[in-house]
């Protein structure tokens, strides 16, 4: 029982991470019509721009401020204004196949320019464990769960409870309509890709003390994204959350339960029989085909 | 009146030949690859440049064929019998993953052949008792037809683009069958495809299973090329590269895979003062091109064409020979 406790736990603080991503990934493409192919890159990235500022001599908190900036600067405004605007009036193909270029790209870079092997990241929290309702369970996990939680309930709070987020939705819903009642949608489109760039950096900030900082993390987070992003409904960003948190609960208790040599078959088998079933995810709502 | 892509065309028919008797072994080896995977990526063209569909599932049918040879020769099997096996299952997968999958399109389409092509991966990497796992197969042995043995680099490299060649030949003939004029309209107006009697779901579905049967037979001449598989070469990555190689020639122009599969090949090594740079610089050279010109390098030939001669070039591109 202590460890499904435990497993259960650690399996909701990877289901949170990767909701933050998956939250990302489903608010550009929301908005911009943009599958981000590369947005496990986006994750595995700011984790160098944390480490390169701790080894420029900067504290823990301070590179992670600027890692969250550059993110911000680099994953959000330069994408959108150097990739996606360029290539919009193409259609999705093309932008696809620049985002899966773009994820070769940063991986290589990643791997070029700091270093192939994977490098140990700093934790938010000391690795102890500590006791909660009589079972033992790891702080980090928790901290990881805190903070996670904390940034969804922010951005559910911009999103539903401010006349910025309602903006955004109306201009993720439609566009054209929005553009009538006077808001500005160039900058809500600008303006998810930069909360999309503070995410990812949020979510690498998260996840690299785990799995360390190294240039492939961002293939098994990626999939992860597109998942959670899937199974929750590709178009409703609740959807997402939910999705990214039954995805990393999923995924710890099959691997202890079931198999851990097939772990990384079960969210896409999850995933295979959600597009079958409900194309439009758990949460979602059918949108209107196109044939 | 001769064409200027016809002389293209014959141009590079004789310097596939000509050129492998002035390489290296390593030279040839490149260009076997080479031939390798244009076959694959022919296959994969029908499914993205005809029907219109982005798959990445590639790379793992090009991993079915290539293990359904490795083991099939090793337990006795003739060459000959496997390698149709090979595009013979690739062509059942096909069809049974495209049956449910082509019932969502566009991108979630993506995500269905992503997913299966690792859970391929993960099949061959777990199941020791059959692929032999991360360990992979070793010593796959080069076929002998009627006493001529294509154990030699220069042999196995026209095995190689003879096979290119007769299954070039058979989509050329294809793509203008009534079949073939089916899948180039399902692409130019899948709308009107259907409004004219065309089963688009049919038909998409068949691009769909043939393009990965073509998939296995590139895998059933990559195993006894490389004679060693392992679950890692047929992982994401091929499919990826295999996509990148469609699209960068110019996904469906006939002769986008070839061109495609040419860069992929060659650029690793004219870029060698780049070292580990090249795949960095592949990567920034896609984007890009995607940026400028998204239909691909014969796209681009196309518009230069065009511009300069203003006129196109109707041979280039497939649906274009019966106007």
Known sequence: MTSFVQ??????????????????????????QTINFAQGEFVMLPAFFVLAAMDAGAPFWLAAAIGI?????????????????????????????????????????????????????PALVPATDIRVLGTVVSAQSLAVLAVALVTIAALHVLLNKTRLGRAMQATAQNPTLARILGIPVQRMILLTFLINGALVAIASILVSPIYLAKFTNGETL?????????????????????????????????????????????????????????????????????? | MIRPATIVLVAAAAIAVVAPFFLKPFGIYLISMWAVLTVAAIGLNLTIGYAGQVSLAQGAFVGIGAYTVALMTQAGWPYPLAFVAAGALCFAVGWILGYP?????????????????????????????????????????????????????????????????????????????????????????????????????????????IGSSLGGLAGALYAPLVQFIEPGSFALGLSFNLLLMVIVGGSGYFFGPFVGALVAVLLPEWTRIAQGYYLLIYAALVMLMMAVCPSGLLGLAARAAKALARRQLPALRAEGAGR
């Open chain 1, 7 to 32: 497993l259960l736990v650690s399996g909701l603080a990877t289901g949170a991470i990767y909701a933050l991503i998956a939250v990302g990934f489903t608010l550009v493409w929301k908005t911009s």
């Open chain 1, 69 to 121: 900036a550059l993110s911000v600067v680099i994953l959000g405004l330069l994408f959108k204004v150097a990739i996606v605007d360029p290539m919009l009036k193409y259609g999705v193909l093309p932008l696809v196949i620049s985002t899966i270029a773009l994820s070769l790209f940063l991986k290589e870079g990643a791997k070029d320019f700091y270093s192939a092997l994977g490098q140990p990241f």
């Open chain 1, 222 to 291: 990626g999939m992860a994204a597109f998942i959670a992003a899937i199974i929750g409904g590709f178009n409703e960003v609740r959807g997402a959350i939910f999705g990214g948190i039954i995805l990393g609960v999923l995924d710890n208790l099959s691997a202890a339960y079931i198999s851990s040599q097939y772990r990384g078959a079960f969210p896409l088998l999850i995933l295979v029989a959600v597009i079958l079933v409900r194309p439009h995810g758990l949460l979602g709502r059918a949108e209107e085909r196109t044939i």
């Open chain 2, 101 to 209: 999958a082509l019932r969502v399109q566009h991108h979630y389409l993506a995500f269905v052949t992503l997913a299966f092509t690792s859970l391929v991966f993960l099949v061959l990497r777990n199941e020791e008792w059959l692929t032999g796992g991360t360990h992979g197969i070793n010593g796959i042995a080069r076929p002998v037809f009627f006493g001529w043995s294509t154990g030699k680099p220069l042999d196995f490299y026209f095995f190689s683009v003879g096979t290119l060649t007769v299954l070039s030949g058979a989509m050329w003939r294809m793509l203008r069958s009534p079949w073939g004029r089916a899948f180039v309209a399902l692409r130019e107006n899948p709308v009107r495809a259907l409004s004219l009697g065309v089963d688009t779901r049919r038909y998409t579905l068949m691009a769909f299973a």
